[in-house]
């Protein structure tokens, strides 16, 4: 039964934050809201123990596109960055700012980026593309995403230093043209780059919130150095090119861990 802890910890973590932010905001939609993505990625992580294929994929399409279709598009709710600023300025506690507390600045202390491997809309679509192991080496632009992010506050900033009305009706175009521009660069990027996680590398506004948390995060891929044979097919595997045969937190690109397992389920010695 040891196997199955990591899904059954993972449920109760949300289960934990679906009832406290219930009962403290006395509003049913976080028990659903927080039980729903709970129990898709503990059914992710569950059913990736039973060595099925596509596990992953399946808990992207069920956080994912509840994300972006119902939340989005149906309920109005911007939860991209831009939406986080909203929320924060606006001295409010809700939607946008709960998402980014427990996903993206408090909740990468326990699981790392595991958001960016099991939850993000944007890299549901950008993993379906071909090139899911970089064909080129790692590239030396990750400053772009400090002005990504930079942009987005600024942007948010602006609106309410003008003064500007209707500000609801703005996010939510906001959400609907940031999220298509942000298809077009990712997919842009993934075949000019050859690697589908491109755009997470590069210009994700987002990383800049999870890299620092993801250092400290309790929830790592380890190694075995026992039975390691420095194969180097994790590597080699790796769409983040991690090297998690070192387990120290300095590790070559150590918070760009996404927890996809891809270096666990090709490791002929079971060392990681």
């Known amino acids: 039964m040891k196997k199955y802890m990591l899904p059954v910890a993972m449920l109760a973590i949300f289960e934990t934050i679906a009832v406290t932010l219930w009962l403290t905001k ?25 060595n099925y294929k596509h596990t992953r994929r399946l808990t992207q399409l069920l956080v994912g596109l509840y994300m972006l279709v119902y939340l989005g598009l149906l309920c109005n709710e911007n939860m ?15 939607a946008a700012t709960i998402h980014y507390a427990v996903a993206k600045i408090f909740g990468p202390l326990i699981f790392g980026r595991g958001w960016c491997g099991y939850a993000c809309w944007t890299a ?6 071909p090139y899911k192991i970089p064909k080129n080496p790692r590239k030396k632009i990750g400053w772009i995403r400090y002005i990504t992010f930079s ?19 703005i996010m939510f175009w906001a959400f609907v043209i940031g999220n298509l521009l942000y298809y077009t ?8 780059f050859k690697d589908n996680r491109a755009f997470c590398k590069y210009i994700c506004p987002i990383t800049v ?12 891929i380890t190694c075995d150095k026992e039975k390691c044979v420095s194969c180097g097919k994790c590597r ?34 079971d060392a990681l």
């Open 236 to 269: 080699q595997v790796c769409p983040m090119e991690v090297d998690v045969t070192d387990n120290s937190r300095t590790r070559e690109n150590g918070t760009e861990c996404i927890l996809c397992f891809e270096c666990v389920k090709c490791c002929p010695k």
């Open 209 to 220: 919130f999870l890299k620092p948390m993801s250092y400290f995060s309790l929830l790592r």
């Open 26 to 50: 006395d509003n049913l939609f976080y028990l659903f809201n927080f039980s729903y993505i709970g129990i898709a990625i503990s059914l992710g992580i569950f059913l990736f123990v039973r």
């Open 80 to 94: 991209q960055i831009e939406g986080f600023w909203y929320y924060l300025f606006a001295g409010v506690f809700e």
């Open 124 to 129: 549901m679509v950008l993993d379906l593309l």
């Open 185 to 192: 660069a990712g997919i842009g990027l993934a075949f000019l």
């Open 151 to 169: 942009a987005s506050l600024i942007f948010v900033a602006a609106l309410f230093l003008a003064h500007v009305g209707n500000m609801e009706r």
